[in-house]
């Protein structure tokens, strides 16, 4: 049973930073390229960012220059590092394999960006 564990999220600052952790198992993780969505309040999930297992990055145009996606093949674990935060980022974070398993999605993580 694949299990994805999102963490990390919270209340920040417009400009400030957060790191989000998603740990996976159940699933051969070095296998899949895995990504980050989003859902921000009101609206559809929407693609973040994606790495492959051989370290390609695709980003989408609203993140890009400001958040890096990582992956520690050895902890089954992927990571959003986002900078420069803006109240537009305000969502629930999700991991999953990219393209996505809808049968995989975990409980996500908040991520409010307010003053």
């Known amino acids: 049973q694949v299990q994805l564990v999102e963490s990390g999220g919270g209340l920040v600052q417009p400009g400030g930073s957060l790191r989000l952790s998603c740990a996976a198992s159940?699933?051969?993780?070095?296998?899949?390229?895995m990504g980050w969505f989003r859902q921000p309040p009101g609206k559809e999930r929407e693609f973040v960012a994606a790495r492959g297992w051989n370290s390609d990055t695709i980003y989408s145009n609203s993140v890009k220059g400001r958040f890096t996606i990582s992956r520690d093949n050895t902890k089954n674990t992927v990571y959003l590092q986002m900078n420069s935060l803006k109240p537009e980022d305000t969502a629930v974070y999700y991991c999953?394999?990219?393209?996505?398993?809808?049968?995989?999605w975990g409980q996500g993580t908040q991520v409010t960006v307010s003053s």
């Open positions: 999953n394999k990219s393209p996505p398993n809808y049968d995989w």
């Open positions: 159940g699933l051969s993780f070095k296998a899949f390229a």
